[in-house]
């Protein structure tokens, strides 16, 4: 039904995010009850409402409006690079790990945090704080364009070799993550966690800085490629006689699935499932146009990501469940079901 209405799936999409904002909101150590969230909203916009409380300002003004604001962009992100992946390889079981970003980015942030006082000790004496997500966005982009430059052949990237080129990188990058992990002392694996398993325990404004403009101008930017994303799906010969070109179009593919995940992967670590699940959820709730998929998948990220980051917060509260752990327990038996029910009509209408 709501295939046929693509804009009511999409306002459906966004009235569900409004809710779970809402809710991840008043989660957590210090309950807030919804009224009164949106009570501070109200009245944090200049729309009226009683002043709440210093504690509850605080609590939500300084902790969980920025992690909440991440989350929503880290989760648009990550679907919006899984949408750009399974158009890149015309399969729905594709992922942006497939080209290196994660497991790069947690090996160029394990780097830092085993190495950093031998090793890098004068790139973290020069960067700071900074160096960490540094590490992380550098190590995503190398590996990637390694990726890139392994499948590319007489100016033509082939996605069959860059899956398998992709698929080794990937094998080689966490045989150094386990190196650096068996060298790492216990309050160096105690850090390693954060990015190896994914958290949005760190969000703070600045984070969200650094993140949200990189996510948002490529959010802007993805869905001018509607057409051209459709056109690829046919194959390169088709898109190339519809007017398309193909390796231009791939290029820029990968770049903007690089930075999208890299800039997440930079300031929440790893997470699973987000860039796989929920392009799938889209395109059977309103089929393949990109047009209606892609908006539709970026909501639903963005829905998925802050609804785990909730349930990572209050199942083991006052403690907090890694939340790549919490993705992959839930999206796993989730795209399972999902892809029993499609049956083989992952990409027709």
């Not at 009850?33 to 200049?46: D, H, Y």
């Not at 403690?319 to 999902?338: D, I, K, N, R, Y």
């Amino acid at each position: 039904m709501l295939r046929h209405h693509p804009r009511a799936a999409l306002l459906l999409a966004a009235a569900l995010l409004a809710v779970t904002a809402i809710g991840a909101l008043g989660a957590g150590a210090v309950q807030i009850a919804p009224g009164e969230v949106v009570g501070w909203i109200g009245w944090k916009l200049g729309l009226g409402g009683t002043a709440p409380d210093d504690m509850t300002d605080a609590v939500l003004g300084a902790v969980r409006v920025p992690r909440v604001m991440m989350g929503m962009v880290a989760g648009a992100g990550l679907a919006a690079a899984g949408v750009l992946m399974q158009a890149f390889f015309r399969n729905p079981l594709a992922d942006p790990a497939l080209i290196g970003v994660a497991s790069g980015g947690a090996l160029g942030a394990v780097a830092i945090i085993v190495l950093g006082a031998t090793l890098f000790e004068g790139l973290v004496g020069l960067l700071g704080a900074l160096a960490l997500p540094l590490a992380a966005f550098a190590g995503s982009l190398l590996t990637t364009l390694l990726v890139y430059g392994l499948a590319r052949r007489d100016g033509l990237v082939d996605a069959s070799t860059m899956l398998l080129a992709g698929i080794a990188v990937n094998a080689i990058a966490a045989a150094g993550i386990g190196l650096l992990t068996f060298i790492a002392t216990d309050t160096q694996l105690r850090n390693l966690t954060f990015w190896t398993l994914g958290s949005l325990s760190a969000a703070d404004w600045g984070a969200f800085a650094t993140v949200a403009p990189a996510v948002l101008a490529i959010l802007v930017a993805v869905p001018v490629l509607a057409g051209p994303l459709n056109a690829l799906l046919l194959g390169d010969a088709e898109a190339r006689h519809l007017g398309i070109r193909v390796e231009p179009l791939k290029r820029l593919i990968l770049v903007l699935t690089c930075v999208a995940a890299a800039a997440v992967v930079s300031a929440a670590g790893v997470i699973g499932f987000v860039g796989l699940i929920a392009p799938h959820l889209a395109r059977l709730m309103v089929g393949p146009d990109h047009r209606f998929m892609l908006p539709l998948a970026v909501v639903l990220g963005a829905v998925l990501l802050l609804a785990a980051d909730t349930l990572a917060r209050i199942l083991v509260a006052p403690a907090e469940l890694p939340l790549g752990v919490l993705t992959a327990l839930v999206g796993g038996p989730l795209f399972l079901w999902l892809l029993r029910r499609a049956r083989g009509t992952l990409f027709h209408a």
